[in-house]
């Protein structure tokens, strides 16, 4: 739980109180007549951040079972009990859009990621490239930032995060592990073009669009070989991002409202 979260969310929680708006992402299963006993950090957010109390409305997910309304109960100093009442919303599925971009420092990937989960991305794939300057990323703090949007944006699953691996090996057993998936690569030496004209076009030319995933290079941009290797390859498409130059994580953001306004869910 993060301490921006806490100190936002804990100045209004009488109002949270009661109402429901408390979400949390959970594992255990979910259904009627079940209880969830909340974790460490759950418990003391719900007691101590937002003040809760015996008969306090909480929302829990799992990204299994929908939504599920629960109230506290067995309120102690140190723990407490959800006791689940009703499913307030069915199970949905993300986008089939996956993330792959190249780790930037802490505070930048921290808000990559949140927003990415925040346009639906449906997995989020760290890759280092020839110039990736982030030699390590913790991986549960990029779960944990995915777990957070997820619980404040309304979404019923929370993006799997992979483990970091070279482009050189993602790319090389691409069609082995991924199937029929294809690359949007955002790529910055690319001509100038409106980017929904080509969007547009990659949505209508040949088969069904199918499974996407969207490539995203590091703040020094991709080297002259990974680039001719992503132009040579018959399922990438390489795409213009407009006439300025855009930090990673922007770059991330404005990629994926586009692709989800022309060929993602934000066309229904």
Known sequence: MSKKRESL???DSPDHCGTGKVRLFVEPELGEGLGVVPNRDQT???LNVMRMSDGDQVRLFNGRDGEWLGRLDEVKKRSC???LEQKTREQDALPDIWLLFAPVKRARLDFMVQKAVEM???????????????????????????VEAAEQCGLLSVPEVEEPQSLERLLGSWIETMGNRRIIFCDEAAPQASTLEQLQALGTAGPQIGPLAILIGPEGGFSPAERNQLLAREDTFAISLGPRIMRADTAAVAALAAIQLVLGDWRS
């Not at 991305?121 to 990736?132: D, E, F, K, Q, W």
């Open 120 to 146: 639906g991305a449906g997995r989020l794939l760290p890759v280092n490239t020839a110039r990736t300057n982030v030699a390590r990323i913790k991986q549960d703090r990029l779960r944990a930032n995915a």
């Open 81 to 83: 009990l959800i006791a």
């Open 9 to 11: 969310e804990s100045q």
């Open 44 to 46: 003391h957010y719900l």
